[in-house]
């Protein structure tokens, strides 16, 4: 049976958890300091069986609009409702399209239900795109340090892992000197920035004196909504832009496409409305030259391991961000952890669904709130 044509119930209960897990060592971005991840979780239940999903929004409004306030709300009084009408995942997906925006939510309410359905037919979650399982190219992302001497270090870490891509965040004023000091130390590795919409197109100059430091792409440097002055910007560039804000959902994704807004894709699956849209993006963008990879927000081992299945798809020709790599927490809440292979690869955990084990215990332990958001009929 296609997959779209699968019924998702009968849903019986679904939980909204957050979670806040202390980060082993702050990251920093052009738009704040994380000193722990909040996550908010999603746990369905179905006929003795549990999907879990990971919903990708922050606390604060500060990398997109969505917040775990806003996600909570979404998820409980306008999509989970839409269960009660017995939809296949196709139908439900459809009717989610009434809510304008949100993807984030509409991700967390699709990643569980597909945990569901994979758990439910025991195959694995990529089984389900009808991908084959490979070695996951692992990349590495370095938030904006104390001082260059200390990211450098870093970097010599992780070109000694052997990681695949090395992605270090830039914002106004630390950008230059940074990517000069780790380009000149190591001459041949894939080295990107990613600018987290700091600049503006008064910043061309800067962006020119970019373009010596062979990068591989350069990520969001302008707005978090714009396509138009990314376009612009990179005609005058060599280096390929890669949006990762700017693109929410297939239709954006298409667009900037279109107007030449980037060569580059970073698909955060959370973050364009879930995996099947995710699996159209990276469809359409192979089709039309344009790369694409797996982008992370340093989730939970949940939405960890929703991306390392994404990125079995076809069009991933980039090493994602993969926070799990490194160790991101003190103590995460699935079992077993990636392990970072000779080959700077990582597998694919074995087993239905994601292929985690979620580790009860320790949701509790990290829990700050707990609902019961959804109950359907028994
Ligand atoms: O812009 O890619 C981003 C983390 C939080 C919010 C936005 C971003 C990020 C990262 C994390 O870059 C990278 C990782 O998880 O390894
Ligand atoms: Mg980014």
């Not at 049976?1 to 998702?8: P, Q, R």
């Not at 704040?32 to 604060?60: F, H, M």
């Not at 009660?84 to 459809?94: A, C």
Request: some cysteine; overall charge negative.
């Amino acid at each position: 049976m296609s997959l779209l044509a699968e019924k998702v119930g009968p849903i019986e209960r679904v939980e909204s958890i957050v979670v806040s897990l202390p980060l082993v060592r702050p990251f920093e971005t052009s738009f704040g300091v994380k000193r722990e991840k909040t996550a908010l979780l999603l746990k369905i239940s179905s006929e003795g069986l549990v999907g879990w999903g990971e919903c990708i929004a922050s606390p604060d409004p500060y990398y997109s609009y969505e917040t775990i306030q806003t996600a909570r709300h979404l998820i409980k009084d306008f999509l989970l409702p839409l269960l009660g009408n017995s939809p296949s995942i196709g139908e439900l997906l459809d009717s989610f399209r009434r809510v304008r925006g949100h993807p984030m939510a509409k991700a967390a309410v699709e990643n569980a239900l597909l945990d569901l359905i994979a758990r439910r037919r025991g195959v694995p979650l990529h089984a389900l795109f009808g991908a084959e399982k490979r070695r996951i190219p692992a990349g590495v992302s370095f938030g904006i340090q104390k001082d260059t001497a200390g990211l450098l270090e870093l970097v010599a870490w992780a070109v000694g892992k052997k990681f695949h891509k090395i992605k270090v965040k830039i914002k106004k004023g630390k950008d230059l000197e940074i990517l000069e000091a780790v380009r000149s130390r190591f001459p041949h590795i894939n080295l990107m920035a990613d600018a987290n919409a700091d600049y503006s197109l008064d910043d061309l100059p800067l962006f020119r004196e970019m373009d010596h430091y062979r990068l591989l792409m350069i990520e969001q440097p302008l707005s978090y909504d714009d396509l138009y002055h990314h376009a612009l910007l990179q005609r005058e560039l060599a280096t390929p832009i890669c949006l990762d804000e700017s693109v929410t959902s297939f239709d954006s994704a298409a667009t900037a496409i279109a107007m030449g807004s980037c060569r580059i894709i970073n698909i955060k699956q959370g973050r364009v409305g879930g995996l099947i849209e995710s699996s159209r993006i990276a469809e359409y963008s192979l089709e039309r030259g344009i790369g694409v990879w797996s982008g992370s927000v340093i989730e939970t081992g949940i939405g960890r391991t929703f991306n390392m299945h994404l990125q079995t798809l076809p069009g991933f020709v980039f090493a994602g961000d993969n926070s799990g790599t490194v160790r991101a927490f003190e103590e995460d809440i699935t079992e077993p952890m990636p392990v970072l292979g000779d080959d700077g690869c990582v597998e694919i955990p074995e087993g239905a669904g994601i292929g985690v084990r979620v580790l009860e215990e320790r949701v509790a332990r990290y829990c700050i709130f707990r609902e019961e958001s959804y109950r359907g009929m028994r």
